[in-house]
């Protein structure tokens, strides 16, 4: 199965979907060129309605997780790599000005941790 709902979370079915091929993406259990199930495929596999899982792979084509080939299907994108890379380079980047600065790796974090919840 490429993603498990949970029928108690409060995250509606569509996020759940979505987060769940991200993470498979982004931890690298689904390759770039991975062909995913069809919408319909899925929606019944998961005994939810069709659209809850259109919306999520769309959504995920959006930021390019996710390419759509028409007929052929959809496949895990080459742009995943590429988002994940950025955000390592970034990471140095930081890194390596926090080090300049002098502040502690907890420091560095609690500032991470205030911008992401902004």
Avoid at 36 to 62: D, F, H, K, Q, S
Avoid at 73 to 97: C, H, I, M, N, P
């Amino acid at each position: 199965m490429i993603v498990r709902l949970d029928p108690n979370s409060k995250t509606p079915p569509y996020e759940q979907v979505k987060s769940g091929i991200a993470r498979r993406i982004r931890n690298g259990s689904l390759a770039v060129g991975t062909k995913l199930p069809t919408v319909r495929a899925l929606a019944a596999e998961l005994g939810i309605a069709p659209n809850t899982i259109a919306r999520a792979y769309r959504e995920l084509e959006e930021v390019g997780l996710l390419e759509t080939k028409g007929r052929a299907g959809t496949f895990v994108g080459a742009s995943g790599d590429v988002t994940l890379r950025r955000a390592r380079d970034a990471a140095a980047a930081y890194a390596e000005q926090v080090r300049a600065l002098g502040l502690s790796a907890d420091e560095a974090l609690a500032i991470v941790k205030a911008a992401l919840e902004t």
